[in-house]
């Protein structure tokens, strides 16, 4: 498989396409447009319009300047405003999966984060002698986080950790790759101990 192949395999498997947002948008204009259409034949027909008539939306609209007040124009003007550039955004940013490359050489493999946390909770697991459940490990785009609680009286330090864990990062090779935050939660003492 060629390089660029590869690349466009791996932008196609790692990043979400905007499906949903655009089938919203086409049924809201749909919806729009076969109100609108109906109105018009209703109209044509001289029947009683479903909401309002063509001729009365029209007057509506004209009359928006002078028979409404001005905070409600502008109000109506910033929401359209937002909801143009939500579908915007959408249009525009890439929606990323929750997924990371690891190279091997010529060949690509995608990991899900999920299995990127589970692998370094199980190495700290084994580095640190904590046990699974005391370790907790979520990983976003370019962050692992991860969350210690040792036994009372078990002594960590965050600095050989998250050398630990940017070390095992470092064995993974991840495109893009992540930076280490590690947090050590210190045990409360009982009120009966104190």
Known sequence: MSTPALRRVLRRESHSPRTVAMVIAVALMILVLAYLGTEIVLSLLAQPA????PDAQARFLIGLPTERPGWIIVLAGAVLAVIGLVFLFFALAPGRLPKHQMRFGDRAVLVDNGVI???VARHLSEETGLSREDITVGVSHRTVDVT??????VPLDEAPLKSIVQTELDTYELTPTLKPRVRVERPKQNEDEQ
Do not use: I
């Not at 210690?148 to 009286?153: A, E, I």
């Open 117 to 119: 946390a589970s692998s």
């Open 50 to 53: 479903l909401l309002l008539a």
């Open 148 to 153: 210690l609680r040792p036994g009372f009286g």
